[in-house]
């Protein structure tokens, strides 16, 4: 594979590579969404990192913000085609996901004990300079 797709896979992973960004995004594409449809949606995300999350989607082009001018303000969101167009790739990675999902448990797991067996190391090393 060249160093290009590399940086351009690289680069989208990026973009999307937090909880909240693809589930926005998947939210969306049932349609146009105001913010508390969203956060309803979402449940436990905060306030302030919907808010994060939606200003980089419209700022890495993914979707629209749009506000109409009346009493009370409006707003509401809704993917641009470039986020439509992110469908199919979201789908290839929940795949991906489900296909090696026992391989992924695991691998996480080893690294969680890993870690846990090195603080425990830590703090046995600690003990014995008391």
């Not at 594979?1 to 992973?13: D, G, R």
């Not at 993914?62 to 979201?90: C, E, F």
């Amino acid at each position: 594979m060249e160093k290009v797709s590399l940086n351009l896979a690289e680069t989208t992973i990026k973009m999307l590579g937090d909880r909240w960004k693809v589930q926005i995004i998947e939210s969306l594409m049932d349609g146009t969404k105001r913010f508390g449809e969203l956060k309803k949606e979402l449940g436990s995300i905060t306030q302030k990192v919907l808010t994060s999350n939606l200003r980089m989607l419209e700022e890495n082009g993914i979707l629209v913000r749009h506000v109409y001018a009346q009493i009370p303000p409006r707003v509401d969101y809704t993917l641009t085609s470039l986020g439509y167009n992110l469908k199919p790739v979201i789908d290839s990675m929940v795949a991906w996901a489900m296909e090696y999902r026992g391989s992924i448990v695991q691998e996480f797991n080893d690294i969680k004990e890993k870690g846990k067996a090195k603080i425990e190391d830590k703090i046995k090393d600690i003990k014995s300079n008391f």
